[in-house]
């Protein structure tokens, strides 16, 4: 019996989810368990870590894990090379389900970094008041810069915050321009770090900043495997139809 793995917790991973189980599909969905309190899904789920590309391969091998679909967060480098890896070691198929990267405009005023390190050298010098949009997997990188004023979004209250100067805002989008654009007014942004995540869950910051006239540090895509790239739940349940599922 064909039995898909979705390596979710993304919008997209979300709908693709909605998609098997409406279809009655045999399929997992699978959490990385970065989040305190994850989505309920309508596919049997799992949350954590596999123990690196041998401890996924192990789990392809042991599930009887037929298709893999990397639907996980365009940031998540190393779980994408685990799962090409553990799908290459398995010779299991494999695609994954990206969105699109978001696009300068005009009137945007982006400053691109090539990651998170390089986006904190950039916030050497004057105090500012920043927003900081980027998880809170790297609060501590940013607390190299203590100067500065942070707003912090974040799906869960962080517990400890190791800048010394910080405010949280504790939310699970999407979100709109009108609330961001409250939100910055509200917190004197001067700043807005953000990762290039895409989709549009989470635009709404960088179209605020376009409105507000604030830059935007952006955080640049890191580089991942080759692989099969397909961008809606359509195009998954194509590949799969045709990769034997």
Request: with cysteine; aromatic share 6%.
């Amino acid at each position: 019996m064909s039995n898909l793995l979705i390596l979710g917790g993304t919008t997209e991973a979300n709908a693709l989810a909605k998609a098997v189980a409406e279809q009655g599909l045999n399929a997992t969905y699978s959490y990385a368990g970065r989040v305190d309190n994850p989505r309920p899904q309508p596919l049997p789920t799992r949350v954590g870590g596999f123990g690196g590309a041998k401890g996924l391969a192990r789990y392809i091998s042991d599930h009887g894990v037929t298709h893999v679909i990397d639907a996980t967060h365009p940031f998540a480098a190393q779980m994408s090379g685990n799962a090409a890896q553990a799908c290459a070691q398995t010779d299991t198929p494999l695609a994954a389900l990206t969105r699109p990267a978001w696009v300068e405009g005009e009137a945007d005023k982006w400053i691109h970094v090539a990651n998170v390190d390089t986006a904190v050298e950039a916030l050497s010098g004057p105090a500012q008041r920043v927003f900081l949009a980027v998880g809170r997997m790297h609060l501590a990188e940013f607390a190299a810069q203590p100067q500065h004023h942070y707003l912090l979004r974040l799906v869960d209250e962080p517990g400890s915050v190791p800048m010394p100067s910080a405010e949280v805002e504790v939310s699970r989008g999407p979100f709109t321009v009108e609330g961001d654009i409250e939100l910055m007014r509200r917190h004197g942004t001067q700043l807005v770090v953000s990762k290039n995540a895409g989709g549009s869950g989470a635009r709404a910051k960088l179209d605020a900043a376009r409105a507000l006239g604030l830059p935007v540090l952006m955080i640049d895509r890191p580089k991942v495997p080759e692989r099969t790239e397909l961008g809606t739940t359509t195009q998954v349940l194509d590949w799969l139809a045709h990769n034997g599922f």
